[in-house]
């Protein structure tokens, strides 16, 4: 076990609503990455948070958004939900500001209908 | 652009011998390379990392070789066990680690 903690495992939404997405790194973990990850394809960066700020970010759009908290919890918060979000969605930690190691959670199963 | 590209078919082996899975990138001079295993409908995990100025990398009965001429990295898995079932991940970072790209990773059956 990684001590990375997802909730909820599974959602089911529709298409236009909005959905938040939680996570718990280990303590001590100052950065957290989440990842999308289609079916049969590797995690897609969607962008990174260090002491609460975001410092990286890959090629979503604005309606993916997130918040870290000092607790060493964050979210991933989508707006106006699409199909092709359906998706599981992951969230990694590491101690430092860099990523050479990450330990991920065992994600978020997310259905768009 | 940037592209990772890894053993789109599954590798079916007998349990006992070596797999050998491929990863090759363009586009890109990474810092560091890492593989990791995924379970279904688990988060990947964390094996091994191997730095740009490395040749080579072990730990247990797992081998990592990294090439930055060619390009390309081979993950092996030595007395292969049907626990070893599982899909591989090959992911690059640069330098500033802000950003890791994923390949789309590799399906290993071993026959017990």
């Known amino acids: ?113 | 652009s940037q592209k990772i590209e890894q053993n789109s078919e599954a590798l079916n082996i007998q349990e006992g011998k070596t797999a050998t899975l491929t990863c090759n990138y363009t586009n890109y001079s990474p810092a560091y390379l890492q593989w990791y295993r995924q379970d279904p409908g688990r988060g990947p995990v964390f094996l091994l990392l191997i730095r740009e100025n490395e040749k080579e990398k072990r730990k247990e009965r797992l081998k990592v070789t990294f090439d930055t001429t060619l390009k390309q990295s081979l993950f092996h898995i030595t007395a292969s066990q049907p626990a070893d079932s599982a899909t591989y991940l090959c992911a690059l970072q640069n330098t500033g680690g802000f950003k890791t790209i994923f390949g789309a990773g590799t399906r290993l059956f071993v026959k017990a």
């Open chain 1, 1 to 113: 076990e990684t001590g990375v903690t997802q909730s909820p495992t599974h959602l089911i939404k529709t298409r236009g609503q909005q959905v938040t997405l939680r996570c718990s790194s280990q303590s001590g973990h100052n950065t957290v990455s989440w990842y999308q990850q289609a079916l049969g394809q590797g995690p897609q960066f969607i962008f990174q948070y260090y002491r609460e700020e975001e410092n990286g970010r890959g090629n979503f759009p604005p309606r993916f958004s997130g918040l870290q908290f000092p607790n060493y919890s964050s979210e991933l918060n989508v707006n106006a939900l699409e199909l092709d979000d359906s998706a599981l969605y992951l969230c990694a930690s590491n101690p430092g500001g860099r990523t050479d190691t990450q330990y991920f959670g065992p994600g978020t199963r997310l259905t768009v209908l």
